[in-house]
């Protein structure tokens, strides 16, 4: 490390800490079940390697490790009082196929460089800090979400343990082949007064903090989504053979619905609609298919609009099926409503972001993220990183140093702030 990195304390200075995330994004970025892409669902090897290395730089940063029953890395410092409640940080380590390498592991690499903060300093605060790194936000390869947050809030559905991946295993055997413990599910719960608040930094995934030219911005409400797994079954055949009136082929009907989903969405202000995944078998191109498997994403603000969308898009699916003689299959993989971030703890982070001298933007995320779940147990805040052109779920997703040290920058002052009034 050159010295210009380093204060007369020895302690790493503000660009070298940023520059330290980034160059441990970088380095998760390499745990990929697919070289060339970042692929890194729950329970595989990749997740637990990149596990592995942020339970090392944790233990480096000062803090006492433990990996819970299903598989969320849990680093905890101290703090003078230990039996206070803990303040959470932290984001998640899974991701998305093809991701970026920001969305998850800055949140949980910032929220390290904070505690190492306190270790350099030899100031340990008047409370427990936890960075968390949580097993699955994502939800790519059980088509949920947030299986490592419910496990935290204590919400954890047991029925989620005999969901499918696209290989046959189920969830209760992942979490095994992962180290974790399917019965013990409930110990992993937050237990009373164990936390006072979860706050998680993430890159933006928009455009907004680019269009004002802001590095952070402090999040407002995080906007409801709901999750559909839905399926047309109709009758394989001879492409060449069987004349277009005797088909019930399921892929057109498929494909009414992703228009139908596209237009409604277009129709209803701030709605969004997505068929992210699709699948026709036997999958063959001179085979009529006989099954279409798809997905729905549906996305807004106010939740009364996205479980009316949702309701107007089950309808056409059974109008479509029925007006095509096919069989349906129309399941709510999860559904979560919009959350609101804790007003208090929001103020204290808006406080922060002026205090490091920079503009207080305040903006809703659209995205889903782990706060949405700990909003059940704790408050929640979150702060938001700008990334480049608002590109993310995507190879291209990128976040300047320089804004990873404002992030930096504005965390350690808020955590501050959290321990200047406990000790006053
Ligand atoms: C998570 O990234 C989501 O919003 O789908
Ligand atoms: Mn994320
Ligand atoms: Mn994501």
């Keep these: 490390m050159a010295a210009s990195e380093t204060g007369r304390s020895g302690a790493l200075s503000q660009g070298a800490r940023a520059q330290r995330v980034t160059t441990r994004c970088n380095e998760l970025a390499t745990f990929t079940e697919e070289p060339g892409q970042i692929i890194r ?43 206070a409640p803990a303040l959470l940080l932290g984001s998640h380590l899974d991701s998305v196929r093809d991701a970026g390498r920001y969305d998850g592991p800055l949140g949980i690499l910032v929220a390290i460089e904070v505690v190492d903060r306190a270790r350099q300093s030899q100031r340990a605060r008047p409370f427990p800090v936890e960075v ?85 911005g402090v999040v407002t409400a995080i906007a409801g989504q709901s999750r559909i797994l839905t399926a047309f079954s109709g009758e394989a055949g001879h492409a060449g053979t069987v004349a277009m009136h005797l088909r019930r082929d399921p892929l057109p009907a498929a494909a009414e619905i992703v228009l139908a989903a596209e237009e409604l969405a277009r129709q209803t202000s701030g709605l969004l609609a997505t068929v992210g995944m699709i699948e026709a078998t ?43 003689s096919l069989g349906v299959e129309w399941r709510i993989a999860r559904n979560h409503p919009a959350v609101p971030c804790d007003p208090s703890l929001t103020t204290r982070l808006a406080e922060a972001v002026a205090a ?69």
């Design 132 to 216: 968390i790194a949580f097993a699955d936000e994502e939800g790519l390869r059980f088509q949920t979400t947030y299986l490592g947050s419910c496990a935290l809030a204590g919400s954890f559905d047991p029925a989620f343990l005999d969901l499918i991946d696209a290989d046959g295993m189920t969830l209760r055997e992942a979490v095994g082949t992962f180290g974790g413990d399917a019965d013990a599910l409930p110990d992993a719960a937050l237990g009373p007064g164990e936390a006072r608040a979860y706050v998680e930094v993430h890159i933006e995934q928009g455009p907004y903090l680019e269009s004002v030219d802001a590095p952070v």
């Design 282 to 324: 036997p999958g063959a191109s001179n085979v009529i298919a006989g099954r279409a498997n798809f997905s729905l994403d549906v996305r807004h603000p106010e939740d009364p609009v996205r479980t009316s969308a949702v309701s107007a898009l089950e309808w056409r699916v059974h109008e479509v099926a029925s007006a095509r």
């Design 41 to 83: 669902p729950y329970g595989t090897p990749a997740l637990a390697a990149a596990r592995a290395k942020v339970a090392h730089w944790m233990r480096e940063a000062g803090m006492d490790i433990r990996v819970d029953a299903i598989g969320n890395l849990r680093g905890r410092a101290k703090g003078s009082d230990p039996t």
């Design 356 to 424: 490091a001298g920079l503009p207080v933007e305040q903006l809703p995320s659209g995205a889903g993220h782990d706060a949405v779940v700990m909003s059940e147990v704790v408050p929640v805040a979150m702060l938001f990183v700008r990334c480049a052109g608002g590109i993310s779920h995507h190879p291209a997703e990128f976040v300047m140093t320089s804004d990873v040290a404002a992030a930096v920058d504005v965390l350690d002052r808020f955590v501050d702030m959290l321990a200047d009034e406990k000790l006053g």
